[in-house]
Nanobody, 121 residues
Framework: QVQLVESGGGLVQAGGSLRLSCAAS????????MGWYREAPGKQRELVAT???????NYAHSVKGRSTISRDNAKNTVILEMNSLKPDDTAVYYC???????????????WGQGTQVTVSS
């Protein structure tokens, strides 16, 4: 099993920046992909950004160019930095990962508890 604990978020003014951190712990063989998703009120959860263990990144169009995702494989942590924040970025942000638990149990998805980000205009 994998536990994900997020930190960061809170209330930010439009145009400001935020830094979200997530640490994975538990019993697993390796973590393949780590990422961030968000869910705004009345909307479906959507991808924000992901990063593979080799460092390949993928960003949602809405945050591309003003977001950076990074990870520390040794510490099993992932960080999302966003700037030029807009009220539309207001959402609960969830950390996620895809992990191989054993050689026979692979590609399991896990989610953090979520952290609220509110961008005021």
């Amino acid at each position: 099993q994998v536990q994900l604990v997020e930190s960061g978020g809170g209330l930010v003014q439009a145009g400001g920046s935020l830094r979200l951190s997530c640490a994975a712990s538990g019993s697993f063989l390796r973590i393949n992909v780590m990422g961030w998703y968000r869910e705004a009120p009345g909307k479906q959860r959507e991808l924000v950004a992901t990063i593979t263990s080799s460092g390949s990144t993928n960003y949602a169009h809405s945050v591309k160019g003003r977001s950076t995702i990074s990870r520390d494989n040794a510490k099993n942590t992932v960080i999302l930095e966003m700037n030029s924040l807009k009220p539309d970025d207001t959402a609960v942000y969830y950390c996620s990962c895809e992990a191989d638990l054993t050689f026979f149990v692979s590609r399991r998805m896990y989610w953090g508890q979520g952290t609220q980000v509110t961008v005021s205009s």
